[in-house]
């Protein structure tokens, strides 16, 4: 469902035959983008499995996540406030 909710936030039409998550990456490609994420602690591993994904296949995305736990993701820095 998060990357279904990722999806529709940046207008990308649904395609039901296409997983939402194959929508996003090629949405995103090799875009230079910083993607925001805000409030994640409901649905931590979804964005985790997503944030996954999306880093593995564009180098030059950054996503930003706030959430009171970490995500996991390889190369995750974890700021605290």
């Given amino acids: 469902m998060v990357d279904r909710a990722i999806a529709t936030t940046l207008g990308l039409r649904d395609q039901s035959d296409e997983p939402p998550i194959d929508a996003l990456l090629e949405h995103l490609g090799d ?30 995305l950054r996503i930003l996540a706030t959430s009171r736990q970490r995500l996991g993701a390889e190369g995750e820095h974890v700021l605290h406030v």
């Fill in 31 to 60: 875009l230079q983008a910083l993607l925001v994420l805000d409030n994640c602690d409901r649905v931590l591993d979804g964005v985790a499995i997503v944030a996954r994904k999306l880093l593995a296949s564009d180098p030059y």
